[in-house]
C-alpha cells in the first residue's frame, strides 16, 4: 500500500479569558494519511482496495483513523471509500476539485450522492480547491462561489 503523505489537520480554540496570553488553550490533532485513488498499476481503487487500505492505516503503530481524499468524482472516490470508511470506523476530509465548473459539478454531485446516501457520520471536513488558489489555477472571485455552492448542497441534505 503506498501512501503519499500523512494529514494533520489542526482544530484549535482560542482562549477568551481575560489573561494576558491569547495562546491556545487546546489543540486537538487529528492524524491519519491522504492515500491516493488510484492502485500501483493505475486502476482506480474499489471499495475493498479502500477498505484494505483503511485496516492497515489502522494497523500501524500509533493507530491512525482518519484520511483524506484528494478528490470526490475521480475514480468514484467517495462512492467507493465512504462505504469502506464505515465499516472500518474511519473519518475522511473530502478534497473537492475545482478546477473548472464542469469538473466541480461532477464532485458536487458525487458528494451529495454519497451524503444523501450514508449521512454526514464519516465526514471530518470538506476541502474545497485547497490547492487551487495558490496553484492560481482558480480565481479567487470562482473558488469563493464554488465554495458557497458546496457550501449549499450540504446544507440542503439532512442526515
Not at 477568551?16 to 492524524?31: F, G, H, I, N, R
Not at 475493498?48 to 503503530?61: I, V
Amino acid at each position: 500500500m503506498k501512501f503519499s503523505s500523512i494529514l494533520t489537520i489542526a482544530a484549535a480554540s482560542s482562549s477568551s479569558s481575560s489573561s494576558s496570553s491569547s495562546a491556545v488553550e487546546a489543540a486537538t490533532y487529528l492524524k491519519g494519511f491522504n492515500p491516493g485513488a488510484n492502485n500501483p498499476d493505475g486502476s482506480c481503487k474499489t471499495q475493498a482496495d479502500w477498505k484494505k487500505d483503511f485496516q492497515t492505516m489502522q494497523s500501524l503503530p500509533g493507530s491512525f483513523p482518519n484520511a483524506q481524499l484528494f478528490a470526490a468524482s475521480d475514480c468514484n472516490t467517495v462512492a467507493n471509500a465512504v462505504p469502506a470508511a464505515i465499516t472500518t470506523n474511519t473519518k475522511l476530509l473530502v478534497g473537492v476539485w475545482t478546477e473548472d465548473w464542469n469538473h466541480s459539478g461532477a464532485e458536487n454531485a458525487a458528494l451529495l450522492a454519497t451524503v444523501k446516501q450514508y449521512g454526514h457520520e464519516w465526514m471530518l471536513a470538506v476541502s474545497v480547491g485547497s490547492e487551487d488558489l495558490y496553484r492560481k489555477e482558480t480565481p479567487a472571485s470562482t473558488l469563493v462561489g464554488q465554495i458557497y455552492s458546496v457550501r449549499g448542497i450540504l446544507s440542503t441534505v439532512n442526515a
